[in-house]
């Protein structure tokens, strides 16, 4: 080949393809490689955790049981006049007989009060006894024998919220979660005695905020401990810091509960020093004082942690050059000290804050009525009441006010400023 040729045509690689497609081929070879051993993680961390939270985002606002069960009284239903008072027609009644047939066949009716019973309470009995005696209606005059079944079907506010919830999607859960609802006039909020989600997600909030930094107080100087004394000693009192990471975390609530309660061991020696009288001991169980102790014990390593490896990275030689140039030991560490451990700071309350806000199990055991979280009824809609909508709205909430305010520290303090040493 001449040397005009070379220069006019390709560049050739060593097997004769054009350069730039050989490498391009290389190229798509060694992302491949990459995405093959990341695979495994990425297959992890979709199946643990986009999967769940995706779930979450759609019962939240899942409704399908509503026309699934009732699909004929639901399309007659859509021509009836909501603001009447009246109960709908002869044609709306036929429909739902139909519908009811089906669903007390398929054991769906029950499923289906369960779920409006939690719009309207009372709802699922109607269900229930109607789905008995369907079967035993005679042909005509539906509207009356459903009435004579339960005088509640001739009730209008019955038929409006059936119609209310009759689509697929729903925003009710998400207004439940925060103590609202759509009635017949509109948006409007529960009656007071019957709030509790929006002052459950402000104590929370507060309590968890409390947590934060009675850990950033009492986590601080540890960890300035562990990263001054020498290698030998410092090993040591971390493997105390580390100790509750080994002990179950039921054992440890429990042990609180007998140091706190008001005849055990801290009320006991309170008494016995003289610093308390025995017909006034202090109540630190089942409020918010238990629950921020509790939990503060808890979660100090958390805290303890990040703030110890950023310290190690700190130089002592600052500190002796502020004081070489005439700072007092308290401007030394306030000036240039304690700027370089921020980092370790955010970096602790970040984590303990996002830890503290989702906890159930300590403050269920330890904090009573007036020191639990909203985790905690949370726990109890996917437990007990099995309201697994309101429990994922409740979710999702939760999950948007941790977003939120992870925005918010991001904006102040600046997420690139935090670091684990």
């Known amino acids: 080949m001449s040397d005009t040729t070379a220069q006019s045509g390709p560049m050739l690689a060593a097997d004769g393809t054009p350069l730039k497609v050989s490498l391009a081929r290389a190229l798509r070879r060694q ?4 995405l093959m051993l990341i695979a495994p993680l990425f297959l992890f961390i979709v199946i643990t955790f986009l999967a769940p939270i995706g779930d979450m985002l759609f019962r939240s606002v899942e409704n399908a049981i509503v026309p699934d069960t009732l699909p004929e009284t639901v399309a007659v239903l859509a021509d009836w006049d909501a603001s009447s008072e009246e109960a709908p027609g002869e044609d709306v009644f036929t429909a739902l007989h139909a519908d009811l047939l089906i669903a007390a066949e398929e054991k769906t009716h029950t499923r289906l009060g369960s779920r409006l019973n939690y719009e309207m309470p009372g709802i699922s009995s109607l269900f229930r006894k109607s789905g008995r005696k369907v079967d035993d209606m005679t042909p005509g005059n539906y509207k009356e024998q459903f009435i004579a079944i339960d005088k509640d079907w001739g009730n209008v506010d019955v038929w409006r919220t059936i119609k209310r ?3 697929d999607y ?5 207004l439940a979660s925060i103590d609202a609802k759509i009635g017949h006039d509109g948006f409007e909020f529960v009656d007071e005695d019957q709030r509790i989600y929006l002052f459950l997600l402000w104590r929370t909030i507060v309590l968890s905020v409390a ?3 009675t850990c950033t107080i009492l986590g601080y100087p540890v960890a300035w401990i562990l990263a001054n004394l020498p290698l030998r000693y410092s090993n040591l009192l971390m493997i105390l810091v580390l100790l509750p990471f080994w002990t179950s975390l039921l054992v440890r609530t429990s042990a609180w509960i007998v140091l706190l309660q008001q005849q055990g061991v ?3 020696t309170l008494v016995a020093i003289g610093l308390v009288d025995d017909l006034n001991r202090l109540e630190l169980m089942h409020n918010q004082t238990g629950t921020i102790i509790a939990m503060t014990h808890i979660l100090l390593p958390f805290m303890i942690l990040p703030l110890y490896s950023v310290m190690k990275t700190v130089s002592p030689s600052y500190v002796r050059a502020a004081k070489s140039l005439g700072a007092n030991d308290w401007t030394a560490f306030w000036k240039v000290y304690f700027p370089n451990t921020v980092p370790g700071i955010g970096a602790g309350a970040v984590l303990v804050f996002i830890l503290a806000i989702g906890y159930y199990i300590t403050p269920e055991l330890v904090g009573g009525t007036s020191g639990i979280f ?7 809609h996917i437990s007990s009441s099995l309201n697994w909508g309101l429990a994922a709205a409740l979710g999702v909430v939760l ?5 939120i305010l992870y925005w918010v520290y991001d904006k102040i303090v600046g997420i690139d400023n935090v670091k684990l040493g």
Not at 31 to 34: M, P
Not at 170 to 174: N, V
Request: charged share 15%.
């Open 165 to 167: 919830f009759s689509g």
């Open 211 to 213: 947590i934060t930094l």
């Open 170 to 174: 729903t925003a009710g859960y998400f």
């Open 374 to 380: 909203i985790s905690n009824r949370i726990a109890y």
């Open 31 to 34: 992302k491949l490689r990459a």
């Open 399 to 403: 999950l948007s006010m941790i977003l």
């Open 266 to 268: 801290i009320n006991d």
